[in-house]
């Protein structure tokens, strides 16, 4: 009996505690370590974090390389589906602003949803053809 409560008391914290949730301005803070962790994440420009009439979003604008351009998007979405599995509050909607290292090229504004998105980067219940199929569009600028 007693080795069933004790499992009971060293199992139950974990349970009860649950993963850390953050505060808009850590998870903006947090941000450019996650790209400076990596060597071939793209250039972050800026995050940002905002509330619409249709719900909170988090915003990053990106530089992407031309001949990295999937490669890009596809980190720049699965660290906002990193970051954001731990707000306080959660996001509505995830959008990259992808600018070229072309001259001349206007910044391509790329949203996704955040469920699907969770759904293929961390759960990785979908391909990724499936999340830029059916999680992905873009908006002109």
């Not at 803070?29 to 974090?49: C, E, K, Q, V, W």
């Not at 955040?114 to 961390?122: K, L, N, Q, Y």
Request: glycine share 4%; aromatic share 12%; charged share 20%.
């Amino acid at each position: 009996m007693s080795l069933v409560k004790n499992c009971i008391i060293l199992i139950l914290p974990v349970f009860l505690i649950g993963k850390p949730l953050f505060k808009d301005s850590q998870l903006l803070a947090m941000t450019p370590n996650y790209f400076s962790r990596d060597h071939s994440s793209p250039t972050l420009l800026g995050a940002n974090i905002y509330k619409t009439n249709k719900g909170r979003v988090f915003r990053l604008d990106i530089q992407a390389d031309r001949n990295r351009f999937d490669e890009d998007l596809i980190f720049a979405f699965s660290a906002l589906s990193n970051m954001g599995q731990y707000a306080k509050r959660p996001f509505k909607k995830y959008i990259v602003i992808i600018h070229s290292t072309q001259r001349n090229q206007r910044p391509q504004i790329a949203v996704g949803k955040v469920r699907c998105s969770f759904d293929c980067f961390i759960r990785q219940h979908t391909t990724y053809q499936e999340w830029k199929s059916n999680c992905l569009h873009f908006k002109e600028t």
